[in-house]
C-alpha cells in the first residue's frame, strides 16, 4: 500500500515538472545585432589584397549593404563572439557583364583560433538564385563551457568570408548584409566584455 501511495506521488511529481518546464518563458529570440560586417570592414584582412568593394548591391529589387569580392578570395576578422551567436548574411553571385555565362561560386564561412581552423557553413549558388540567406551558428565559440582549460569568451575568433569559382565565367561574390546576432541579453553581456577588452 505504501509503495503504491510512493508511486502515485512520484508520478504525480512528475508530470508537475514536465507541465513546469513545459510553462516557462519562450526561449529568447536569436535577432539582435550585435556585429555588422560592413561596419567594421576596414578591420578585414583581404586576400588577394585588391578586387573588394564595400557597396550597396541590388539583387530582386532589393537593396542590401554589401561587401563584394573577387573569387577565388577570403576576408578575416578578428574579434571575440557573443554568446548564443548566428551568423547570417544574403549572398548573390554578380556576373562579370552582360551576357556572360552562368557562373556557380561556393560561398564558404570558417572559424580559427589562429591554431585550427573549422568550416560552419557553404552553399554554392549561380548568378540566376538573387539573393539567398546564409546562416551559421557560432554558439559554440562563445559562454561558459564545461571546462578549465577552454574559455572562448577570451579568445579573438578569426571569422572568414571566402569564395571558390565552380565552374563558369568570371563573377564577383556578394556578402548582403553580413551580420552576427544574438538575443538582447547576450548582445548586453557582449557590450560589456567588449568595453573590458578595449
Same mark, same amino acid.
Given at each position: 500500500?505504501?509503495?503504491?501511495?510512493?508511486?502515485?506521488?512520484?508520478?504525480?511529481?512528475?508530470? @508537475?515538472?514536465?507541465?513546469? %518546464?513545459?510553462?516557462?518563458?519562450?526561449?529568447?529570440?536569436?535577432?539582435?545585432? =550585435?556585429? !555588422?560586417?560592413?561596419?567594421?570592414?576596414?578591420?578585414?584582412?583581404?586576400?588577394?589584397?585588391?578586387?573588394?568593394?564595400?557597396? /550597396?548591391? /541590388? =539583387?530582386? *529589387?532589393?537593396?542590401?549593404?554589401?561587401?563584394?569580392?573577387? /573569387?577565388?578570395?577570403?576576408?578575416?576578422?578578428?574579434? $571575440?563572439?557573443?554568446?548564443?551567436?548566428?551568423? &547570417?548574411?544574403?549572398?548573390?553571385?554578380?556576373?562579370?557583364? #552582360?551576357? =556572360? $555565362? #552562368?557562373?556557380?561560386?561556393r560561398f564558404r564561412l570558417g572559424i580559427s583560433d589562429a591554431r585550427v581552423y573549422e568550416g560552419l557553413a557553404d552553399r554554392?549558388?549561380? =548568378?540566376? &538564385?538573387?539573393?539567398? !540567406?546564409?546562416?551559421?551558428?557560432?554558439?559554440?565559440?562563445? *559562454?561558459? +563551457?564545461?571546462? @578549465?582549460?577552454?574559455?572562448?569568451? &577570451?579568445?579573438?575568433? &578569426?571569422? /572568414?568570408? %571566402?569564395?571558390? #569559382?565552380? *565552374?563558369? *565565367?568570371?563573377? +564577383?561574390?556578394?556578402?548582403?548584409?553580413?551580420?552576427? @546576432?544574438?538575443?538582447?541579453?547576450?548582445?548586453?553581456?557582449?557590450? +560589456?566584455?567588449?568595453?573590458?577588452?578595449?
Open positions: 500500500m505504501t509503495s503504491a501511495i510512493a508511486t502515485h506521488r512520484y508520478s504525480f511529481f512528475i508530470v @508537475l515538472l514536465l507541465f513546469a %518546464a513545459g510553462c516557462g518563458p519562450p526561449p529568447a529570440t536569436v535577432a539582435f545585432r =550585435a556585429v !555588422e560586417l560592413t561596419h567594421i570592414y576596414d578591420r578585414a584582412e583581404r586576400r588577394p589584397a585588391t578586387g573588394f568593394d564595400l557597396t /550597396v548591391h /541590388v =539583387a530582386d *529589387g532589393i537593396a542590401r549593404p554589401a561587401i563584394v569580392m573577387p /573569387v577565388p578570395a577570403r576576408a578575416i576578422w578578428s574579434l $571575440p563572439l557573443p554568446r548564443h551567436g548566428v551568423f &547570417r548574411a544574403f549572398v548573390a553571385v554578380d556576373p562579370a557583364g #552582360a551576357g =556572360a $555565362p #552562368a557562373t556557380a561560386v554554392t549558388l549561380t =548568378a540566376e &538564385r538573387g539573393w539567398t !540567406e546564409f546562416r551559421a551558428d557560432l554558439s559554440a565559440f562563445a *559562454g561558459i +563551457k564545461w571546462s @578549465l582549460f577552454y574559455r572562448p569568451d &577570451r579568445v579573438a575568433w &578569426r571569422i /572568414v568570408l %571566402a569564395t571558390d #569559382a565552380v *565552374g563558369g *565565367g568570371p563573377s +564577383k561574390a556578394v556578402w548582403g548584409s553580413p551580420q552576427i @546576432l544574438t538575443d538582447i541579453p547576450s548582445a548586453r553581456e557582449y557590450a +560589456k566584455r567588449r568595453l573590458q577588452v578595449h
